[in-house]
Nanobody
Framework: QVQLVEAGGEVVQVGGSLRLSCTAS????????VGWFRQAPGKVREFVAA????????YYVDYVKGRFTISRDNAKTTVSLQMNSLKPEDTAVYYC????????????????????WGQGTQVTVSS
């Protein structure tokens, strides 16, 4: 069992930056690929970014490319999402999720590929 805890969400002004973290308790994340999703009020949860088991591959949804960066530390216990040039439309609850070893990397945009989810952290971009 993997328990994921997100942190770092807060209120920030347009153009500002935030760094979200996703930390696993009980075990490292080295055998999981990890994704970030977000859900805005009244909208469905959507994929934002993902990072492979080794960290060698990353993938971003088009509207965050060049602004967001996903990374993982050497001990593979934390995955971070650096968010720059934030826009009001980035306002949402951000969730991290982990997909177990054996899940196809090609499914990283599919929320059903993930086995474990955090509770979410609120990001509000104020204009």
């Amino acid at each position: 069992q993997v328990q994921l805890v997100e942190a770092g969400g807060e209120v920030v002004q347009v153009g500002g930056s935030l760094r979200l973290s996703c930390t696993a308790s009980g075990r490292t994340l080295s055998n999981y690929y990890v994704g970030w999703f977000r859900q805005a009020p009244g909208k469905v949860r959507e994929f934002v970014a993902a990072i492979s088991w080794s960290g060698g591959s990353t993938y971003y949804v088009d509207y965050v490319k060049g602004r967001f960066t996903i990374s993982r530390d050497n001990a593979k216990t934390t995955v971070s999402l650096q968010m720059n040039s934030l826009k009001p439309e980035d306002t949402a609850v951000y969730y991290c999720a982990a997909a177990s070893w054996g899940k196809s990397w090609n499914r990283m945009r599919d929320s059903t590929a993930y086995d474990y989810w955090g509770q979410g952290t609120q990001v509000t971009v104020s204009s």
